[in-house]
């Protein structure tokens, strides 16, 4: 997500589960130097987040096949 900040984009979104862990990400963001994009965490379930208007994807360690697939049926339709 800080690499995909630091192009010229419109957006980038990280969407963490773990309320630690996007806390983490949420102070990296803040000290991310030479961002060109707006760059924001999420602290939700993937599965209940709306991809309407995602036009790229990157899943980094993601989660276990079956919820996968639920993320992944739901960025199909």
């Known amino acids: 997500m800080c690499l995909a900040a630091r192009h010229k984009i419109r957006r980038a979104i990280g969407i963490e589960y773990s309320s630690t862990r996007a806390d983490v990400a949420k102070r990296n963001v803040t000290r991310?130097?030479?961002?060109?994009?707006?760059?924001?965490?999420l602290c939700q379930a993937a599965e209940?987040?709306?991809?309407?208007?995602?036009?790229?994807?990157?899943?980094?360690?993601?989660?276990?096949?079956?919820?996968?697939?639920?993320?992944?049926?739901?960025?199909?339709?």
């Open 32 to 41: 991310l130097r030479g961002r060109r994009a707006d760059a924001r965490i």
């Open 48 to 77: 209940e987040t709306d991809y309407t208007d995602v036009t790229a994807l990157y899943f980094f360690n993601p989660f276990e096949p079956t919820l996968l697939d639920s993320v992944l049926n739901k960025i199909s339709l």
